[in-house]
DNA sequence: GTTCCAGATCGACGGACATCGATAGACCGT
DNA sequence: ACGGTCTATCGATGTCCGTCGATCTGGAAC
């Protein structure tokens, strides 16, 4: 890893001709690259995807109580996906009493709508 | 798994108070979720989100060996990211002579960022 | 046919992940 | 203090994933 690597990769072909133009992309977002894709991880599971979406569409604060009967899973499982979403930073918690409320981060899924919605074709 | 929960779980509080509104969500979009969420689980990795990126700003096809100097890793890794977007929908392929060129299929990432870009709060 | 090259596939390995039951921790009523 | 309730954590387990080197495939040039 981590080679010297040469950006223009031509080398000499069997017949001399390129494949292509070259694209000799910068690594601009690098970092970038690694925060959206932690955020996609985080929404690649199906049951986290939904619980998002019912966060959200609730547009407010939801017991957990209320997200356990909603899927098939153990209420442990359910805990750790809450968990892997809030280190995600896509929703947080308020704990009151004996109940934990959970709600979307206002602005998390924006930077990857945004890259997402990115029209680069025009 | 597969239990028959009912889905007003209030039961018996210490007090009888409920901790909040019933959600009572409809499982309306379990297989709808799944199909996000392959798309989502394509995109969370940092290479694959660049991969995307870079086929997406070009706007065009892309020769795979334009692709491998761009990423500190070894060509079948390269390789195996292309296939997972592959099967994902997100890109496809297309094989001239010796070189294979990738491009980003139109419309691909459209529900996924329809979903993430979905105004819960207004 | 033979040789070379680009790309895909294979097999292996280490680490991450989803899931569960059991348990711990926090909190409320009595 | 005690017992009950909600949530988080722990430990174990089976599966999936990212990565590599080695190898296979099929096309081009000689």
Chains 1, 2 share one sequence.
């Not at 017991?63 to 750790?80: A, G, K, M, R, Y």
Request: glycine share 6%; charged share 25%.
């Amino acid at each position: 890893m981590s080679v010297d690597l040469e950006l223009t990769p031509k080398a000499k072909r069997p017949n001399g001709q390129p494949c292509c133009e070259p694209v000799v992309y910068p690594d601009v977002e690098r970092e970038q690259a690694i925060r959206l894709a932690d955020v996609a991880k985080a929404l690649g599971d199906p049951i986290r995807l939904q619980l998002v979406d019912v966060l959200r569409k609730h547009a407010g604060e939801v017991c957990v109580c209320e997200l356990v009967p909603l899927f098939d899973i153990s209420q442990p499982t359910l805990s750790h996906h809450l968990k892997r979403l809030r280190e995600a930073g896509i929703v947080a918690s308020e704990r009151r009493g004996l109940w934990a409320y959970y709600y979307v981060v206002p602005g998390a899924l924006g930077p990857l709508a945004a890259w997402m919605g990115d029209d680069h074709d025009a």
